[in-house]
């Protein structure tokens, strides 16, 4: 007889939980004594919303270029501690270096620009004054000034940029060349900025950081905004701009393409940049490689800050402040920077070239050649408006060949005009649809072989002036050298006439010539049109931001219009009209 069979003590919900339980303390002691150490993650600097601005785009993304440097998190390693000296000043205190070109004011709390006049240019202020391209304000709101040290680590980065620095001058005023050292250490982090002053608008920067006396990677940035900010049209954060050229290429980003600093994570750096900066229409701040540097050697960062600003309607806003960063592979970062204008001659002669800065947009083929012949002209003619006009007179006189060539055109179709419009006449009850009016087009063009016309040739002459007009005004947009020039009642070529005379002048001109010339268009409407192009031009130049230099070339090639459209009238009498050819009633 069997024994009997004894109550099973656990149940299969138990078993199940028992197993689940020693798995699940296996696993642990596993992973305690026997699995891989997980990677320790570099901690992430927490980004302050004062030094919060932006960086790249998506297009402009650090790990999205494959011809940029590795997008490798860095973080200073610890250091054993090394006998670091202490070194700082008791008060803060300034330092102005002055040539005929620039003063420079530099201060030993954080080692940074706190001003930097370029002596030559005003700005748009009323009254005006000595142009300043730092922005005080926009710095102080986003705790950045020019030359600020950008390091990887937060702390140190506020550390650096706030100190008291012992400078090496006791003077406090010096008048380039000079050179100028100022350092900087709490113990463990040491910094020292050498800067190099001549009589050119190139200022030469060495830049050191060393924690525990192990030199670690630092860049030197332009913060806070720059340029003229006191224009008004367009705003001076339009015309604001970061860039940088890699390859040979230059390219530039607007506040719009720009991101926050936090996007490009501790570390983080674009490499192989021949010069990068930040610029507005007529300004610039370039951070170069050492003369002798192998091409493509910079590293940069670009991002952009916020700052308040009060509206028109005395509103505060938000308004973006682009910065920028220069940086060496390896330290220590040696760098000449370049604050001055964008001019085409200097620019050139820089090494690599800066002219590229020049935006000379689409048109550069035109745009280009007619700057260099006005600065031709101006070498012979102080007054840059008088310069223009000489241009224009140059321009027209190479013109008159295609101007008499386009009234002898005209003058054959006013002739055969009637002719023209009685077969239109014919043609006009059948819609465009209807094969019939082919046959219009057939009979039209027959005139045209027969009389050997060109039915674009009375406007060539027009369509010809259009690019020359777009490209002249963006040389005179965005030239230095029109930028507050005078001309008579003038005060700013590169600006619109704030009087709108030489609009009116001009639209009055411009009816004039179109008087004069041989009327070509029969249809009542388009004769109209042809009137109001006169009065629809000058309307233009008085809404829209348009140079009045440009106003002045066309101002004056009307006058000479008129005068060779009188010399043409008089030696070419118009034909009388020719009677229009009896057609077959369809």
């Known amino acids: 007889m069997s024994a009997p069979l004894q109550k099973d003590k656990f149940t299969p919900e138990l078993r199940i939980l028992v197993a689940s339980l020693l798995s699940f303390a296996v696993i642990i002691l596993w992973a305690k004594f026997f699995g891989p150490k997980p990677p320790v993650q570099p901690a992430q600097p927490k980004r302050s919303a004062v030094t919060a601005p932006a960086a790249p785009g998506p297009a ?17 390693a ?37 001003s930097w006049q370029l002596k030559n240019y005003k700005d748009d202020a009323k009254p005006q004054r000595v142009l300043d391209v730092v ?40 008048q380039a060349p000079a050179d ?64 940088y050229s890699e390859g040979g290429k230059i390219s530039t980003f607007l506040h719009k393409k720009l991101d926050g600093l936090d996007k490009w994570g501790a570390g983080l750096w674009q490499g192989g940049k021949d010069f990068v900066g930040i610029e507005d229409r007529y300004f610039t701040a370039a951070f170069l490689p050492p003369n002798g540097a192998v091409p493509g050697t910079l590293e940069t960062r670009y991002w952009k800050a916020s700052r308040t600003v009060k509206g028109a309607d005395g509103q505060e806003a938000l308004e973006p402040v682009p910065q920028v960063a220069a940086a ?44 260099h012949g006005l600065k031709w002209l101006h070498t012979y003619i102080p007054s840059w408006g008088w310069a223009i006009v000489v241009l224009t007179l140059v321009i027209n006189m190479l013109l008159f060949p295609l101007r008499i060539s386009s009234y002898k055109t005209t003058l054959k179709m006013q002739r055969v005009g009637p002719e023209i419009k009685a077969i239109q006449e014919k043609y006009k009850k059948y819609s465009m649809r209807d094969p019939r009016k082919a046959e219009m087009n057939k009979e039209v063009m027959a005139i045209y072989s027969r009389e050997g016309i060109n039915p674009v040739g ?32 003038i005060t700013d070529l590169s ?45 233009i130049f008085m809404i829209s931001p348009i140079s009045s230099g440009l106003a002045v070339y066309i101002l004056t090639s009307s006058v000479v219009g008129i005068a060779q459209q009188w010399y043409l ?18």
């Not at 913060?223 to 006191?230: A, P, S």
Request: charged share 15%; glycine share 6%; net charge positive.
């Open 60 to 76: 402009a993304s650090p790990a999205a270029n494959p011809s940029q440097a590795a997008a490798t998190p860095a973080t200073i």
């Open 78 to 114: 610890p250091a054993p501690a090394a006998s670091v000296a202490v070194r700082n000043d008791s008060q803060e205190r300034s330092i102005v270096i002055e040539n005929s070109l620039y003063r420079v004011e530099i201060s030993n709390r954080g080692a940074v620009v706190k």
């Open 135 to 174: 922005h005080p304000d926009a710095s102080q709101q986003t705790g950045g000034w020019p030359f600020s040290v950008i390091l990887d680590d937060e702390q140190f980065q506020n550390a650096a940029n706030s100190g008291l620095y012992r400078v090496s001058s006791p003077a406090t005023a010096l």
């Open 180 to 243: 100028l050292e100022l350092t900087w250490s709490d113990g463990h982090l040491e910094v020292t900025k050498h800067f190099r002053f001549d009589h050119t608008y190139v200022v030469r920067v060495e830049t050191s950081v060393k924690f525990n006396g192990r030199p670690i990677k630092a860049g030197l940035g332009w913060l806070g905004g720059f340029g003229d900010l006191t224009v008004t049209n367009p705003a001076p954060v339009e015309t604001v701009q970061t860039y």
């Open 328 to 371: 060496a592979a390896t330290p220590p970062l040696a760098l000449r920077v370049f604050v001055g204008p964008k001019d085409y001659d200097d620019l050139k002669k820089m090494n690599p070239p800066l002219h590229g800065l020049i935006n000379f947009g689409w048109l550069e083929f035109i745009a280009e050649p007619l700057f």
């Open 458 to 489: 009375g406007c060539f002459q027009m369509f010809l002036q259009m690019p020359v007009w777009f490209g002249l005004n963006t040389a005179l947009r965005y030239a230095i050298e029109m930028r507050h020039a005078t001309w008579l009642w």
């Open 495 to 539: 600006s619109k006439d704030p009087y709108y005379i030489l609009p009116v002048l001009m639209g009055l001109s411009m009816y004039l010539v179109s008087k004069m010339t041989p009327m070509t268009a029969t249809d009542p409407q388009q004769q109209a049109m042809m009137k109001i192009m006169p009065i629809t031009m000058a309307g």
């Open 569 to 586: 009238n008089r030696k070419h009498a118009a034909p009388a009209p020719a009677k229009p050819a009896r057609g077959k009633k369809s």
